[in-house]
């Protein structure tokens, strides 16, 4: 079995000393967030890490489905001096989404909806995400997501336009495919059919065999981790357990299901006047590249450029290559 390398462990970690440490701050106490499907909600906690000295510029790291506020634990080779999000140099600010369940309001925190967990949408996060920058006193944001996080940039880019100054999306699309909606559909059935657990489990092995790719998986897990147990067998009972321990079946189907309705038309993304730079993978089996290419090519200001992984969908978090400095080209 052929391990891989992650270049971070390479690095010196990311200035702790900048680091704000997780911090919650509720918002809309006075006047309540209009939801999407209809409901209003007041005291939203939000959950966020910041890094570098507050100014009016900020860049905003927008997380993936099961990721956190903590930039700095879960993409270290971007964060630090003289990388893309250097907090020397940049307010860096990253926040757990409303839904999430790493210290945001989650669904079980709010009204349902006959007897339904409330429907969250990638705009309410957006909203959500807006409030915070205001309490912050931010009022220009670059914005860089990767996976969930590069569909919320597509929200925010179309929520907010007069904050938002230009926006790194990477291997996202602007709108969910029969084929992404679908791994979410047996997901979340996994989930109905086993809830308490089992089921976010097979929720999560589902979704691996899509952040993976079958060269990735060739190199990493061929062969049996013992006798009679294929590797990759025991790989994916293993990642199903690591998501129970750390993440929230209902979580999980509130976040699918808002990038999923997430359906923005060719004529609104046509709209959108900052210049973006749009990230493709080359082996990402869930948002294929020419997929991921296409709804670059409908920005006006919009640049493409593909990161040349084995290791699929994930390609982002563990083997990002040149990403960090053509990121960073194009936000400085
Ligand atoms: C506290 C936290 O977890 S914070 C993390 C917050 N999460 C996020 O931000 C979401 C984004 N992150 C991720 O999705 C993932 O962490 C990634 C993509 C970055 C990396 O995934 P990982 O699971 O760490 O990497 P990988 O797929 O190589 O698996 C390695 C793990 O599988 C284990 N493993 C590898 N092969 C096998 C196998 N055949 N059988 C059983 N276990 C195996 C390794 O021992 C290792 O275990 P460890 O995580 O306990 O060290
Ligand atoms: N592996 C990442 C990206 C998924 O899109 C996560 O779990 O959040």
Same mark, same amino acid.
């Given at each position: 079995?052929?391990?891989?390398t992650?270049?971070?462990?390479?690095?010196?970690?990311?200035? +702790? #000393?900048?680091?704000?440490?997780?911090?919650?701050?509720?918002?809309?106490?006075? !006047?309540?967030?209009?939801?999407?499907?209809?409901?209003?909600v007041?005291?939203?906690?939000?959950?966020?890490? %910041? /890094?570098?000295?507050?100014?009016?510029?900020?860049?905003?790291?927008?997380?993936?489905?099961?990721?956190?506020?903590?930039?700095?634990?879960?993409?270290?080779?971007?964060?630090? !001096?003289?990388?893309?999000?250097?907090? %020397?140099?940049?307010?860096?600010?990253?926040?757990? $989404?409303?839904?999430?369940?790493?210290?945001?309001?989650?669904?079980?925190?709010?009204?349902? $909806?006959?007897?339904?967990?409330?429907?969250?949408?990638?705009?309410?996060?957006?909203?959500?995400?807006?409030?915070?920058?205001?309490?912050?006193g931010?009022?220009?944001?670059?914005?860089?997501?990767?996976?969930?996080?590069?569909?919320? =940039?597509?929200?925010?880019?179309? #929520?907010?336009?007069?904050?938002?100054?230009?926006?790194?999306?990477?291997?996202?699309?602007?709108?969910?495919?029969?084929? =992404?909606?679908?791994?979410?559909?047996?997901?979340?059935? =996994?989930?109905?059919?086993?809830?308490?657990?089992?089921?976010?489990?097979?929720?999560?092995?589902?979704?691996?065999? *899509?952040?993976?790719?079958?060269?990735?998986?060739?190199l990493?897990?061929?062969?049996?981790?013992? +006798?009679?147990?294929?590797?990759?067998?025991?790989?994916?009972?293993y990642?199903?357990?690591?998501?129970?321990?750390?993440?929230? #079946?209902?979580?999980?189907?509130?976040?699918?299901?808002?990038?999923d309705?997430?359906?923005?038309?060719?004529?609104?993304?046509? *709209?959108?006047?900052?210049? $973006?730079?749009?990230?493709?993978?080359? *082996?990402?089996?869930?948002? +294929?590249?020419? #997929?991921?290419?296409? /709804?670059a090519?409908?920005?006006?200001?919009?640049? /493409?450029?593909?990161?040349?992984?084995?290791?699929?969908?994930?390609?982002?978090?563990?083997?990002?290559?040149?990403?960090?400095?053509?990121?960073?080209?194009?936000?400085?």
């Open positions: 079995m052929t391990a891989l992650y270049p971070a462990s390479h690095l010196p970690p990311a200035t +702790p #000393e900048r680091c704000s440490g997780l911090q919650t701050v509720t918002l809309f106490c006075s !006047e309540p967030l209009l939801l999407d499907c209809g409901q209003a007041t005291h939203v906690r939000v959950a966020y890490h %910041t /890094y570098g000295e507050a100014r009016e510029d900020a860049t905003l790291v927008l997380h993936a489905l099961t990721g956190t506020s903590a930039v700095h634990e879960w993409w270290p080779e971007f964060l630090g !001096e003289g990388r893309p999000l250097d907090p %020397t140099r940049d307010f860096v600010v990253c926040a757990n $989404v409303i839904g999430g369940c790493a210290g945001s309001t989650g669904p079980a925190e709010l009204a349902s $909806v006959g007897g339904q967990d409330a429907s969250l949408s990638l705009r309410d996060m957006a909203r959500v995400g807006r409030a915070l920058l205001d309490h912050l931010v009022r220009r944001v670059s914005l860089v997501g990767g996976s969930m996080g590069g569909m919320l =940039a597509y929200a925010w880019l179309l #929520e907010c336009p007069d904050l938002v100054e230009k926006a790194v999306i990477i291997g996202a699309p602007a709108r969910h495919s029969p084929w =992404a909606i679908g791994l979410n559909t047996a997901a979340r059935s =996994a989930i109905q059919a086993a809830p308490g657990g089992e089921g976010l489990k097979v929720a999560r092995q589902i979704a691996m065999l *899509s952040y993976r790719s079958p060269e990735s998986f060739a990493t897990q061929a062969g049996q981790r013992s +006798p009679g147990t294929p590797a990759i067998t025991s790989y994916l009972q990642q199903g357990e690591k998501l129970h321990a750390r993440f929230c #079946e209902r979580s999980y189907v509130a976040l699918t299901w808002a990038m309705m997430f359906q923005p038309t060719d004529d609104e993304l046509r *709209s959108i006047r900052a210049p $973006v730079l749009v990230v493709g993978i080359r *082996s990402d089996v869930l948002y +294929p590249p020419a #997929e991921v290419q296409g /709804y090519a409908l920005l006006p200001h919009a640049q /493409y450029w593909e990161l040349d992984s084995v290791h699929g969908h994930d390609a982002f978090l563990m083997d990002a290559q040149d990403l960090p400095e053509r990121v960073r080209a194009f936000l400085s």
